[in-house]
């Protein structure tokens, strides 16, 4: 059953200090990895994409890397503003060439709280 | 804003009432995707259309659950004789068939049932 893990739950830091998320994943073939960032009772907004031949990807203060090796990936911000206090949301899509399902899996999410 | 939008909101209703919902895709994608989000959870699939063909449903999707895209552009999701486990947050995507990675998010519908 393809899985998506995301540590930690939930996270409390201190503006303009630096922090990672980590998701850990069994879908299988792999295709993409993405990176959403939700804030609280809007819909999801993605941040970044990565395919299984890219190993890193920025997008201003957020970078996103990828292990496809030890299905690994992690996000980094760095200088965290207030504004950065969302749910951040690993998902991974299956190959589709295997014939394997399309949809998505996704992560539960990390809630991040950034304090002033 | 994604450039995808829901209507409405927000909707409350009485348990056994039935609800529809709208969504409307950015104009030239062509897939559109259901979700179904409870608090401290990541969305989960409901069901995807390319077109007006709904190509796949989510064990999720009960008998209660109907979605509809009749003419390839806006769709709907109706839940019939509502119930409390049915109060989630739905949520509507929409990509282009040969980016269908690049999925992009409207707001939701936040449904409380009483």
């Known amino acids: 059953k393809n899985q998506v893990e995301q540590s930690p739950q939930s996270l409390i830091i201190l503006e303009g200090k630096n922090c990672t998320l980590q998701?850990?994943?069994?879908?299988?073939?792999?295709?993409?990895l993405r990176w959403y960032k939700q804030d609280t009772g809007r819909g999801p907004v993605s941040l970044t994409i990565m395919t299984f031949s890219e190993n890193t990807k920025s997008n201003g203060r957020y970078t996103a890397t990828l292990d496809a090796d030890t299905k690994q990936s992690s996000l980094h911000i760095t200088a965290s503003q207030l504004s950065d206090s969302a749910s951040y949301i690993c998902?991974?899509?299956?190959?589709?060439?295997?014939?394997?399902?399309?949809?998505?899996?996704f992560g539960r999410g990390t809630s991040l709280i950034v304090h002033p | 804003d994604t450039g995808v939008s829901q209507d409405p909101r927000h909707k409350i209703t009485k348990r056994g009432q039935n609800v529809t919902f709208r969504c409307d895709p950015i104009s030239e994608h062509n897939r559109l995707y259901w979700y179904r989000q409870t608090l401290g959870q990541g969305p989960e699939f409901l069901t995807y259309?390319?077109?007006?063909?709904?190509?796949?449903k989510s064990r999720l999707l009960s008998d209660r659950f109907s979605a509809e895209r009749p003419k390839g552009s806006f769709s709907t999701l109706e839940i019939q004789r509502t119930e409390q486990g049915d109060s989630a947050m739905y949520l509507c995507a929409s990509s282009l068939e040969q980016n269908y990675n690049e999925q992009f998010f409207g707001p939701g519908t936040r449904l409380t049932v009483l």
């Open positions: 259309f390319q077109n007006e063909a709904q190509l796949e």
């Open positions: 998701c850990n994943y069994t879908v299988s073939p792999f295709s993409n």
């Open positions: 998902v991974v899509s299956p190959s589709v060439r295997s014939g394997g399902s399309y949809i998505p899996t």
